[in-house]
């Protein structure tokens, strides 16, 4: 259903509800009342709430506790929540502490009343290398003497952890003894019935996300964000009309620049659906390039076209408006702003479409969205090139993403031998990493890595003390097998592994032609709060190590640099033309008759 729809059904409901019967009027009446009191409730307590919240973050990633690690907090807090605003505004935080003591029982005012440690008996406390158990990372309770667990870098160094809560000093225990971290009763879900669109749900859920993210995400020394702040801009938007709250929390996540963000939600609550224009989308010159369509589009529009305006309304307008929200960094959101012009609409809708020629001829046609399920092949006027492309002359073009079986990489390692030059094509995810990790051994017998990378082992709360864990990263030390003149090509959709193997390119001196790239690389974390997208809560991603560029400085909301800035322009995409690859294979030419 489009906007102007959607207004209009609102404005007939209307119409109709002010025709009922008075009896109907007054239920409708006391439902709003209800509703604008328990806003006011939810109001009246968000500060506590806040506070609250960000005390239960800090005990559930650092308090040593088998009874912590059981525990649901997203449904914890959920409770709890739900439950403050009922108390009177002098009693709200005590109510809340009791309740997390009954999970954490050794939260005290005196330190003097917490449990001692027997320096012979097993102790318990956090490794904390992630937020989670997931792919490469882990958390876990360590159990040793406590003489043992405190000489590890991997470990807090003090017996607990100085805190405040309701402006009065407390403590709480960073170790544990066995016995002792079996105290209290583990949180699990209650069976009720929850909606996103309830504040204490909402609340719970972004406020899970946002204390992960504030306790584990390792780029805080690198972009510019006051996180601390969001969490109070995303509590406030559950308070708020219950539609505003997607768009809220996806203008907070952009603030992290981090392109591996993905914030999911259930159809029902989310502004992004599954039906697309039958056309894709690129920025090139600045403009909305038509690069790719299907069959049901007009014949009259052709790829290289320049996409004007959708229902009358500018281009520049519609991305302006998108811009902030997209979870991508800033030199990266206005590329992926376009791009999703195209897709992410809910319903199948008709949408008048304006188009301008390279000659100047402005174009109008009208086409539905199709469900992505069901939506024609898309194409473009150029034919997929083969994985290993001959130039001429001994000049060889290897598309390296490609490879994703042992027979592609036996055929590149082979040809390439009697090549006389190699042009890299970069310009895709790689699809199979350890293959091309070995490909990429032969061009050198030296070490070549990325740059920095980084893991985060959390010591304390607040990353306070976090221990670094650096990684080198490269290709295997195998036997030099191509020393000729080589050129890599990016473009501006290289992220993660493409921008991985690009870095080791530039490690072994190998000039790049193309574009700026997106900007960050690392292992993602994946997390779900009350079950997940799928089940009515919440799927999230974001980046848990941390990747840094060949010299050192960032590369998070920067991307990698080519040697040879080289974008792809509206006439080559007319006429067809692999600008990108046509500088390299010039570059690879002109080293060979030097």
């Given at each position: 259903?489009k906007?102007r729809q959607?207004i209009?059904?609102?404005?007939?409901?209307?119409?109709l509800?002010?025709?009922?019967t008075?009896?109907a009027?007054?239920?409708?009446?006391?439902?709003?009342q209800?509703?604008?009191t328990d806003?006011?409730?939810?109001?009246?307590?968000l500060p506590?709430?806040?506070?609250f919240?960000?005390?239960?973050?800090?005990?559930?990633?650092?308090?040593p506790?088998?009874?912590?690690s059981?525990?649901?907090?997203?449904?914890?807090?959920?409770?709890?929540i739900s439950?403050?605003?009922k108390?009177?505004a002098?009693a709200r935080?005590?109510?809340?502490?009791?309740?997390?003591?009954?999970?954490?029982?050794?939260?005290?005012?005196?330190?003097?009343?917490?449990?001692?440690?027997?320096?012979?008996?097993?102790?318990?406390?956090?490794?904390?290398?992630?937020?989670?158990?997931?792919?490469?990372?882990?958390r876990?309770?360590?159990?040793?003497?406590?003489?043992e667990?405190?000489?590890?870098?991997l470990?807090?160094?003090?017996?607990?952890?100085?805190?405040?809560?309701?402006?009065?000093?407390?403590?709480w225990?960073?170790y544990?003894?066995e016995?002792?971290?079996?105290?209290?009763?583990?949180f699990?879900?209650?069976k009720?019935?929850?909606?996103?669109?309830?504040?204490?749900?909402?609340?719970?859920?972004?406020?899970?996300?946002?204390?992960?993210?504030?306790h584990?995400w390792?780029?805080?020394?690198?972009v510019?964000v006051n996180?601390?702040?969001?969490?109070?801009?995303l509590?406030?938007?559950?308070?708020?009309?219950?539609?505003?709250?997607?768009t809220?929390a996806?203008?907070?996540?952009?603030?992290?620049?981090?392109n591996?963000?993905?914030f999911?939600?259930?159809?029902?609550?989310?502004?992004?659906?599954?039906y697309s224009?039958?056309?894709r989308?690129?920025?090139?010159e600045?403009?909305a390039i038509?690069t790719?369509?299907?069959?049901?589009?007009s014949?009259q529009?052709?790829?290289?076209?320049?996409?004007?305006?959708?229902d009358?309304?500018?281009?520049a307008e519609l991305?302006n408006?998108?811009?902030?929200?997209?979870?991508?960094?800033?030199?990266f959101e206005?590329?992926?702003?376009?791009?999703?012009?195209a897709?992410?609409y809910q319903?199948?809708?008709?949408?008048?479409?304006?188009?301008?020629?390279?000659?100047?001829?402005?174009?109008?046609?009208?086409t539905?969205?199709?469900?992505n399920?069901v939506i024609?092949?898309?194409?473009?006027?150029?034919?997929?090139?083969?994985?290993i492309?001959?130039?001429?002359d001994?000049?060889?073009?290897l598309?390296?993403?490609?490879?994703?079986e042992?027979?592609?990489?036996d055929?590149?390692?082979?040809?390439?031998?009697?090549a006389?030059?190699?042009v890299?094509?970069?310009?895709?995810?790689?699809?199979?990493?350890?293959?091309i990790r070995s490909?990429?051994?032969y061009?050198?017998?030296?070490?070549?890595?990325?740059?920095p990378?980084?893991?985060?082992?959390q010591?304390?709360?607040?990353?306070?003390?976090?221990?670094?864990?650096?990684?080198?990263?490269?290709?295997?030390?195998?036997?030099?097998l191509?020393?000729?003149?080589?050129?890599?090509i990016?473009?501006?959709?290289?992220?993660?592994?493409g921008?991985?193997?690009?870095?080791?390119?530039?490690?072994m001196?190998?000039?790049?032609?193309?574009?700026?790239t997106?900007g960050?690389n690392?292992?993602?974390?994946?997390?779900?709060?009350?079950?997940?997208?799928a089940?009515?809560?919440?799927t999230?991603i974001y980046?848990?190590?941390r990747?840094?560029?060949?010299?050192g400085?960032?590369?998070?909301g920067?991307?990698?640099?080519?040697?040879?800035?080289?974008?792809?322009?509206q006439?080559?995409?007319?006429e067809s033309?692999d600008v990108?690859?046509?500088?390299?294979?010039?570059?690879?030419?002109q080293?060979?008759?030097?």
């Amino acid at each position: 259903m489009k906007l102007r729809q959607k207004i209009s059904v609102i404005y007939v409901g209307i119409l109709l509800t002010m025709t009922n019967t008075s009896h109907a009027s007054d239920n409708a009446g006391s439902a709003v009342q209800t509703e604008f009191t328990d806003k006011a409730k939810y109001q009246a307590a968000l500060p506590d709430i806040i506070e609250f919240s960000e005390f239960v973050h800090r005990v559930r990633y650092f308090y040593p506790s088998e009874v912590v690690s059981d525990t649901q907090w997203d449904y914890f807090l959920e409770h709890v929540i739900s439950d403050m605003v009922k108390q009177p505004a002098t009693a709200r935080m005590q109510y809340a502490m009791l309740e997390l003591k009954k999970v954490a029982p050794y939260i005290e005012v005196d330190k003097g009343k917490l449990p001692v440690l027997d320096k012979q008996g097993a102790a318990r406390t956090w490794y904390n290398g992630a937020a989670r158990w997931f792919y490469v990372y882990e958390r876990t309770l360590l159990s040793d003497k406590p003489e043992e667990l405190k000489s590890s870098m991997l470990t807090a160094k003090s017996d607990f952890y100085s805190d405040i809560y309701d402006s009065q000093a407390v403590y709480w225990p960073l170790y544990l003894s066995e016995q002792d971290s079996l105290a209290g009763k583990a949180f699990k879900e209650q069976k009720r019935n929850l909606s996103l669109h309830q504040p204490a749900m909402c609340m719970a859920a972004l406020s899970s996300i946002w204390g992960e993210i504030y306790h584990f995400w390792p780029y805080f020394e690198q972009v510019d964000v006051n996180w601390q702040d969001s969490h109070s801009v995303l509590l406030q938007a559950c308070i708020d009309e219950p539609g505003n709250f997607e768009t809220t929390a996806r203008r907070e996540l952009s603030k992290l620049q981090d392109n591996h963000l993905y914030f999911g939600l259930p159809e029902e609550y989310s502004a992004y659906g599954q039906y697309s224009l039958p056309i894709r989308l690129q920025q090139i010159e600045n403009k909305a390039i038509l690069t790719h369509k299907t069959d049901y589009l007009s014949q009259q529009i052709d790829i290289g076209d320049e996409l004007l305006a959708i229902d009358d309304v500018p281009v520049a307008e519609l991305v302006n408006e998108m811009l902030g929200t997209r979870l991508r960094s800033k030199h990266f959101e206005r590329s992926i702003a376009i791009a999703q012009l195209a897709y992410t609409y809910q319903s199948p809708d008709l949408y008048k479409l304006t188009f301008k020629k390279p000659s100047g001829e402005i174009i109008t046609t009208t086409t539905a969205t199709i469900h992505n399920k069901v939506i024609d092949r898309f194409y473009n006027n150029q034919t997929q090139p083969p994985l290993i492309k001959e130039l001429g002359d001994g000049v060889v073009a290897l598309r390296l993403y490609d490879i994703k079986e042992q027979a592609h990489y036996d055929a590149a390692k082979e040809r390439l031998k009697t090549a006389q030059a190699i042009v890299l094509d970069m310009r895709g995810y790689p699809k199979n990493f350890a293959l091309i990790r070995s490909l990429l051994g032969y061009f050198t017998d030296a070490k070549a890595t990325i740059g920095p990378f980084k893991q985060f082992v959390q010591r304390l709360p607040n990353q306070a003390d976090p221990h670094t864990l650096s990684f080198d990263l490269g290709v295997p030390l195998n036997e030099k097998l191509y020393d000729v003149p080589t050129v890599a090509i990016s473009q501006t959709y290289n992220q993660s592994s493409g921008e991985h193997f690009l870095m080791i390119a530039q490690n072994m001196d190998i000039p790049i032609v193309g574009e700026v790239t997106a900007g960050i690389n690392g292992d993602i974390m994946f997390g779900t709060v009350f079950s997940g997208q799928a089940n009515g809560g919440v799927t999230y991603i974001y980046t848990a190590s941390r990747s840094d560029q060949v010299d050192g400085s960032k590369l998070i909301g920067v991307g990698i640099q080519p040697d040879y800035l080289v974008p792809a322009t509206q006439a080559s995409i007319v006429e067809s033309r692999d600008v990108q690859m046509e500088k390299a294979t010039q570059l690879v030419r002109q080293a060979l008759a030097r």
